[in-house]
């Protein structure tokens, strides 16, 4: 008789969700995909690029990005490749393919809100950002980024901002800033940063946005 061939090992949502960072291809800084359990995903580092959701078809990983200038969010997808513990290796197009490294992410929460009473359309994005701020006289580095869709929900709402703990610096500054689209118009924004992480600041931060008239 044949040997029986063996099982194909089951790859299962525990094993990618998580925090994934690595070296920029080129040594251009750090790049992270934060990969949670409830089907969003985050891309951190790679330009023009934001992730918007995951799913498992086996042993394939389908990220749908939003990917400038295409107008449309194709899904990227990518074969999961056997790897040691604590690594997640992607074969499959750019951006996403390559190998990454488990990293443990930290969690920044808070609340955005307004004041006007106009409510949000089930088509509102909001996209909250940590930035490094402290040279006034350089665009300010994005640290970590969220994007939400309330899908209907009214402010206040919550988030929480994941962000790796190693790119924080004592002695150095960091905001949140964030913005609200509605309908493809951005509708609202920060006029003022909001210090977080480091100077004292508090360990939940309540994020007041402004209407863009």
Do not use: C
Not at 77 to 105: C, K, M, N, Q, S
Not at 171 to 199: C, E, H, M, N, S
């Amino acid at each position: 008789m044949a040997p029986t061939p063996a099982p194909t090992p089951t790859i299962s949502a525990t094993d990618v969700t998580g925090g994934w960072s690595r070296t920029a291809p080129g040594g251009g800084g750090r790049q992270a995909l934060l990969i949670r359990p409830d089907g969003s995903l985050t891309v951190l580092g790679i330009p023009r690029t934001e992730g918007v959701s995951w799913r498992l078809e086996e042993d394939t990983f389908v990220a749908v990005l939003d990917v400038e200038p295409a107008p449309d969010k194709e899904p990227a997808r990518l074969r999961i490749e056997p790897a040691t513990p604590g690594r997640l290796v992607l074969a499959g197009g750019a951006p996403l393919a390559g190998i990454w490294e488990r990293r443990t992410f930290a969690a920044l929460a808070g609340t955005i809100t307004y004041v006007q009473r106009v409510a949000l359309t089930p088509e509102a994005i909001v996209q909250i950002e940590l930035k490094d701020v402290s040279r006034a006289d350089l665009d300010a580095p994005v640290i970590a980024k969220q994007i939400l869709r309330p899908a209907g929900k009214q402010v206040p709402l919550p988030f929480s901002l994941d962000y790796d703990p190693a790119d924080i610096q004592p002695g150095r500054a960091y905001a949140l800033t964030a913005r609200i689209t509605d309908r493809g118009q951005l509708a609202f924004v920060t006029d003022t940063k909001v210090p977080v992480l480091t100077g004292g600041a508090p360990a939940n931060a309540e994020i007041v946005v402004v209407p863009v008239h």
